[in-house]
Every structure is written in C-alpha cells, then in structure tokens.
C-alpha cells in the first residue's frame, strides 16, 4: 500500500490511528470512494482527506489489509460513520481558533446592470452605486481589520464593470498604503477593452473571472437583453474573453443551462474551441438554472450536463478539481468569520445573495449584530440522504443558502463523479513528482 496524500494532521490530533480488535469484522467506512487505476486501486477517505493506492493483489482482498484499519479507511461492522463524522467536526471546530482578522472581500461597486437577464435574483432590485467617499472607506475598513495575509478581493454587483473607477480608487489606495492584494471579478464581460484589461492586469492585480454564456449568438443577446442597440454583444464578450486571456488572465466561463438552451450548449463549446484553442487560460462547467424540476426533469437535464462535460474535457477546457485535503468546517464565505461582503452603501453582509438585507454592520461602525452572524452559520436539519452520503463529511448546508434547500440523486452522482476525477489528477500529480 502506498500513501499518496496523508491524512490532515488536524484528524490525527483527534483521533490518532484506529486501535484494531481481534476477531472484529470491518467494512469500509461509508466516506471512501474508490478508483480504478492502471497500476491499481485508489481508495478516498472524504472524512480524514487521506488518499492511498492500493496494488492488484492488495485490492483483490481490501478488508485483509490491516493498515487500513489503522488509517480509518475499514472501520467495525457496527460502526456509527456518521455520529463519529459530527464528533470529529465538533471538536476540530473547538480547535480551531476563530479569525481575528478579515483577508477575504465581495465588494458591491453598484447593483446597476447593463443586463437584463430573466432568471437573475437581483431584478427588481434599486440601483445603488458606490461613491467614492464610500470607497475610501472602504479602503480604511480593510486596513483596520487586515492581518498579515494578502488581502482577496472579489469585485460584483448587479455589473461591477458599470462602476468600475471605484474599482480603480479601491485598488490605488490599497496599493498607495501598501497592502497586498489580488483579485477577481463576476462579470458578464461587455464593458472589458483592450485599456481595461491592461488595467484589471496591473492595478487590480486581477487573476480570475467568470462570464457567463447563456447559449450561442441568438440565444445570448435575447437572454442578456443588454441595455444597448444595434450590437452584437455576443461577439464583443468573446472578443473581451480573448483580451482576458492573451495578458495570462483566468477566464471561467459558466453556462447556464436549463431545458430552453441545452440543446445548443454543445455548439457553443465547439464554436468556444474553434475561437481559442486550447488555452490554458480558459476553463468551462455548466451549472443548472435555480427553479422547481420534477425528478424526471432533473434526471434529464443531468445527463445531458454529463454529456457536455465530456466534450469540454475533450476540448481541454475542464477545470481541473482538486481534491479537499483538510477537515472542512465551513461552506463557504457566508460561515467563515474572516470574509464580508460590503454593499455599495458600506453595509456589511455575509453574502452576496443578501446584499440589501440581512446586514449585520457598516463599515461606519465596529458595531455587530451576532445574531445575523449566528443566522448565517445555522445548518438545515438532516435528511435521510446523509446517512449513506459518501459526501457527507464534505458537505455543508445553510438553512440561509438559496442552493441548499434539498438533495436529489443527481446532485449525488455529480459530486462522486467530481471526486473521483479529483482522486485520478491527484495520483497524476502524484507521479509527475
């Protein structure tokens, strides 16, 4: 047996190797997935995050192999995998010290949009865009509370780009005050050129963006329903993607799929390569629209999702996974202490999806309100879907996250699927080095 990622030092601290009992039967624990190999069988413990390869003849007889026993991988016949699972989390949470500081910003330069998507959750919303004096303190809130860490910062909006001199004035006076920092942005690309994104390179120190693409020429300019006449705001996004790209600029491109544009998307991709090759820059994934299906729906719509995924890895545009190497405490920056989103008018929040309510601060005051902070780290009740989750030490629901409401098996097979990719480039990794 060879260990190919050890497991996270935060789980041995906890609950060190597994004593082995004699005469005690073993399974394998419910969180390990398993992946053939050329050279033999990979085995992924979501719960320790430790990864190990297994020879032909090891994996022919996998519950004879004691050194699993030690490293968590078999466990007893009546075992409780999931209880242990909330153990461990309780008591890593207890260890881990809560963020004295913030590193981690999504900043709101406007909710204005030169889009008028159909499906988008802000509609409706009243523009409000930053002013510069709100941008300065802005900036003066992030210094305050900065660590010693590179300061990330997210840029988003309705269109960040439709106010982008704060973005401008944000990252001059970061940079005048000599705090480092890089950044990313969701955009829908239209208002990049050629100066901007020169500008996005060197002052903002932007490395990502993700632009989504609603379907091919007809499709995106009748979705989109930009505010401007007579063009082809199509082309002009895939011009802009091409600027991003050609100055080393990651571009994520998100589609969003649902029964009314499905059908096109595997045009798109192609019409994708056609435009830019292989381009190491460039990455693709599809991700389905929110909004009620019938299971039959779902079931559909995944598979076709799959097919598509397997032409953009043919195309070389899949973004690579890799796989989680540390118990995961939280779900995303909605739970985790050292990130904020900041609203156009300095009001503080803890998502993006809630940036006109359920504000806990203002960037005025060091006062908080905890118990929207409390909100924000509420799990939902379980589901009997958890029980035999391979995921489930992965997984983090919100009562307060729009995605989490529910689990369907297609949700389940997308995240094994991921995961064993994610097991396969870590062995390539691997053995490059």
């Known amino acids: 047996m060879k260990v190919i990622i050890p497991t996270t030092p935060l789980i041995d601290q906890i609950i060190g190797p597994q004593k082995r009992?004699?005469?005690?039967?073993?399974?394998?624990?419910t969180y390990v997935v398993q992946q053939p190999v050329d050279d033999g069988l990979l085995l992924y413990n979501t719960l320790t995050c430790s990864m190990v390869l297994l020879t032909p003849d090891e994996a022919a007889d996998i519950t004879a192999q004691r050194e699993l026993i030690d490293r968590w991988f078999l466990v007893p016949q009546d075992y409780d995998d999931q209880k242990a699972c909330r153990e461990i989390r309780q008591m890593a949470s207890l260890l881990m010290p809560a963020a004295q500081t913030i590193n981690k910003y999504t900043i709101l330069?406007?909710?204005?949009?030169?889009?008028?998507?159909?499906?988008?959750?802000?509609?409706?919303?009243?523009?409000?865009?930053?002013?510069?004096?709100t941008a300065s303190k802005v900036v003066r809130y992030i210094v305050a509370h900065r660590g010693d860490e590179e300061i990330k910062l997210k840029w988003f909006g309705g269109e960040p780009l439709v106010n982008a001199k704060v973005i401008d004035q944000i990252c001059t006076e970061l940079s005048q005050q000599g705090v480092p920092f890089s950044s990313e942005i969701i955009s829908n690309g239209y208002l990049m050129d050629a100066d901007l994104v020169q500008r996005a390179k060197e002052l903002w120190k932007l490395q990502w963006v993700q632009i989504t693409l609603d379907g091919t020429a007809k499709t995106y300019n009748r979705v989109k329903a930009y505010v401007y006449q007579g063009v082809n705001a199509f082309e002009r996004v895939l011009q802009n993607i091409g600027l991003l790209t050609a100055v080393g600029i990651q571009v994520n491109i998100r589609l969003n799929?649902?029964?009314?544009?499905?059908?096109?998307?595997?045009?798109?991709?192609?019409?994708?390569?056609?435009?830019?090759?292989?381009?190491?820059?460039?990455?693709?994934?599809?991700?389905?629209?929110?909004?009620?299906?019938?299971?039959e729906d779902n079931a559909e719509l995944f598979a076709l999702r799959m097919q598509l995924k397997q032409q953009i890895i043919a195309c070389g545009y899949d973004n690579k996974r890799r796989l989680q190497k540390d118990i995961k405490l939280n779900r995303c920056m909605a739970d985790k202490d050292g990130s904020v989103v900041i609203a156009p008018d300095g009001h503080l929040g803890?998502?993006?999806?809630?940036?006109?309510?359920?504000?806990?601060?203002?960037?005025?005051?060091?006062?908080?309100?905890?118990?929207?902070?409390?909100?924000?780290?509420?799990?939902?009740?379980?589901?009997?879907?958890?029980?035999?989750?391979?995921?489930?030490?992965?997984?983090?629901?919100?009562?307060?996250?729009?995605?989490?409401?529910?689990?369907?098996?297609?949700?389940?097979?997308?995240?094994?699927?991921?995961?064993?990719?994610?097991?396969?480039?870590?062995?390539?990794?691997?053995?490059?080095?």
């Open 109 to 133: 330069t406007t909710t204005d949009c030169n889009a008028r998507c159909f499906y988008c959750y802000e509609k409706g919303t009243k523009p409000i865009t930053m002013t510069a004096e």
């Open 257 to 295: 799929v649902d029964k009314h544009n499905i059908g096109e998307m595997a045009e798109l991709v192609e019409l994708l390569y056609q435009r830019f090759g292989v381009n190491e820059h460039l990455s693709v994934y599809s991700h389905e629209l929110f909004g009620e299906r019938t299971p």
């Open 350 to 433: 803890k998502c993006e999806h809630y940036f006109d309510r359920e504000l806990f601060g203002h960037i005025d005051s060091e006062e908080r309100d905890e118990a929207i902070l409390r909100k924000f780290k509420e799990p939902p009740a379980e589901i009997e879907a958890c029980t035999t989750c391979f995921f489930y030490p992965q997984c983090y629901r919100l009562v307060m996250c729009p995605s989490d409401f529910g689990c369907t098996p297609e949700i389940q097979q997308e995240r094994l699927r991921e995961t064993m990719e994610g097991m396969k480039y870590e062995y390539e990794c691997y053995n490059i080095v």
């Open 21 to 29: 009992a004699d005469g005690q039967r073993y399974r394998l624990m």
